[in-house]
């Protein structure tokens, strides 16, 4: 049983590019959310998708948007790119109507904006 | 607004001793409490998760408190290894959301020595 996977592991932009990050949920989840973790810091959300369409959303500007697929697989996209976007990013999977509350992360992608 | 504060910031402590982290929350409407084992670089790994009914709960080695009425948890670590080096996040869940809207405090480093 597969658990949550992200790719790419590490990418490194220049700032103002724009990147897409991609997340496969654990099998049987419906539900993803996204999260950025700058260094020594927890993570912050970012938003939470469900049924492709996305149900939460924190303080993050509207360069940061998402997407999820009919497969319930995920994309973060980031535009124009700034210093202060490095960070951890980090998906989560669960089931929205679960009973476990239970949240599995992924590995994370290990973005450097220079 | 909702909050998770940890402490101590960071431990180092001698391979084979016990210690116990703390975590304050201010997190309202209170939906459970988890806490997780993030290793450098890596996805959050969940060790314990507790509801509002539950003050105990044991995850091997991990034994994690809740005092809802306090709002506060603990999480105590016995008979320590060196593969318990890592940041030990404290992750709070508003009811909104099925109790997929998560709060993370910013982690206790815990290094252990020989």
């Known amino acids: 049983d597969a658990g949550v996977t992200q790719s790419p592991t590490h990418l490194i932009k220049t700032r103002g590019q724009q990147v897409t990050l991609r997340c496969s949920p654990k099998?049987?989840?419906?539900?993803v959310s996204w999260y950025q973790q700058a260094l020594g810091q927890g993570p912050q959300f970012i938003f939470q998708y469900y049924e492709e369409e996305e149900r939460q959303r924190g303080n993050f500007p509207d360069r940061f948007s998402g997407h999820q697929f009919p497969n319930y697989s995920s994309e973060l996209n980031v535009n124009a790119l700034l210093l202060g976007d490095s960070a951890l990013y980090l998906c989560?999977?669960?089931?929205?109507?679960?009973?476990?509350?239970?949240?599995?992360f992924g590995p994370g992608t290990r973005l450097t904006v220079t | 607004k909702n909050q998770v504060e940890q402490s101590p910031q960071s431990l180092i402590i001698l391979e084979g001793k016990n210690c116990t982290l703390q975590?304050?929350?201010?997190?309202?409407?209170?939906?459970?409490l988890r806490w997780y084992k993030q290793d450098t670089g890596r996805g959050p790994v969940s060790l314990t998760i507790?509801?509002?009914?539950?003050n105990t709960k044991s995850n091997g080695r991990y034994t994690a408190t809740l005092d809802a009425d306090t709002k506060q948890s603990s999480l105590h670590i016995t008979a320590s290894q060196l593969s318990d080096s890592a940041s030990y996040i404290c992750?709070?869940?508003?009811?909104?959301?099925?109790?997929?809207?998560?709060?993370f405090g910013t982690g206790t480093q815990l290094k252990v020595e020989l």
């Open positions: 992750v709070v869940s508003d009811i909104t959301g099925g109790g997929n809207k998560l709060t």
């Open positions: 989560a999977s669960s089931l929205l109507r679960g009973s476990s509350y239970e949240q599995y």
């Open positions: 099998s049987g989840h419906d539900t």
């Open positions: 975590c304050n929350y201010t997190v309202s409407p209170f939906s459970n």
């Open positions: 507790m509801t509002f009914s539950e």
